[in-house]
């Protein structure tokens, strides 16, 4: 008889998603999970990647990693390779940091280290694992990216540059990788409901969406297991999300 995992969408492929700790990382690694993907957790925070194995089991694993550290990130992307087989089928950029400050009330640290978590590190995932995925000659790189990567507001100066970016980042690897059987897509969400909202609290500040009113993890998480069980032939290129 065949087993659920078996039949499932992800059976025998392999996946990293960073910022796997919480909110939308999180929400991806159970859907990645629950469709037969071996899943690499990877963030910072080592108790809530543990909590989050101890729930899911053993086709989940984790790698504690600050991708603000250079020789952290280059010791997780070995870690990886050697766990998975060289690497990923799949690669879900996800860690980033999210802030609300005008531009002169940002320090240049603040800025500089906004870009590396939403920017640099995206790209150094990309470029460890991209040659073993044009070897096999498939692959799905998928870039969490905002409403903010197109659309600017106040406030935003490093984490609008920074998801720019990412935008930019991701259609450059679409125009490279076309034909070669590894994919590349981005979702852009509008605001989704997660913990790097408390300290706003959009809910008692004029012209922020309330709470209820955005998206959740969990529907982050339906648009990128849609892309990824897209037929081989198919390459979503971009989905942007917002609350019906």
Known sequence: M??????????????????????????????????GARVALLARGEAALRELTNELGPRTFIV?????????????????????????????????????????ETSVDVFRDTLEMNLTAPFAFAHAFLPMMRQRGRGHIVTIGSIADRTVFAGNAAYAASKHGLRALHEVLRAELRGTGVRASLVSPGPVNTELWNPVDPDNQPGFTPRALMLSPDDVASAVLYLLAAPDAVNVDELRLSHS
């Open 64 to 104: 504690v990693c600050d991708v603000l550290d250079p020789r952290a990130t280059e010791r997780a992307i070995a870690s990886i390779a050697e766990a998975l087989d060289g690497g990923p089928d799949i690669i879900v950029n996800n860690a980033g940091a999210f802030l609300i400050a005008p531009v002169h």
């Open 2 to 35: 065949t087993s659920a995992i078996e039949r499932s969408v992800l059976s025998g492929r392999t996946a990293l998603v960073t910022g796997a700790s919480r909110g939308i990382g999180a929400a991806v690694v159970r859907r990645l999970a629950a469709e």
